[in-house]
């Protein structure tokens, strides 16, 4: 019986210096780091209707900013080029390209910072206008 009663408070000191015993990993803290540089897709939904072009386009991590001028990675805007010339700078998702004469005629859209460097992303596309 003694026997078990020393054993019984061995092993409770026993624990009891284990649980005021820290690993010295469990000690650090998580420190948040910069994270890495988000690669932009995007995804172009587009619709004829008679001389205009409906596009819609969904940017993941993009904010659409007019106005500003200073870099900041997942701000900008997209760059419309018809037939090779840019036609316009949109600062919305989705936004509809008119006017456009009868024929076949190449759309491109850019992807660009707000101050008009490229994100390296474009879409393009062609359509037909009756």
């Not at 210096?17 to 998580?30: D, I």
């Not at 700078?89 to 491109?108: D, I």
Request: hydrophobic letters at 40%; a positive charge; one cysteine or more.
């Amino acid at each position: 019986m003694r026997t078990k009663m020393i054993a019984s408070v061995f092993s409770l000191l026993l624990l009891a210096a284990w649980e005021n015993h820290k690993e010295a990993e469990t000690m650090h803290k998580a420190v948040p780091i910069a994270s890495a540089h988000i690669v932009q897709t995007m995804h172009v939904k587009h619709e004829v209707r008679g001389k205009e072009v409906f596009v819609e386009c969904i940017v993941n991590n993009f904010s659409f900013k007019k106005g500003a001028r200073h870099k900041k990675d997942g701000e900008g805007h997209i760059d419309v080029y018809l037939n090779g010339q840019k036609v316009n700078e949109v600062f919305t998702a989705a936004f509809v390209v008119k006017g456009l004469p009868a024929g076949k005629h190449t759309v491109r859209l850019e992807l660009v910072h707000n101050d008009s460097t490229k994100y390296g992303v474009s879409h393009e596309f062609e359509v037909n206008i009756p």
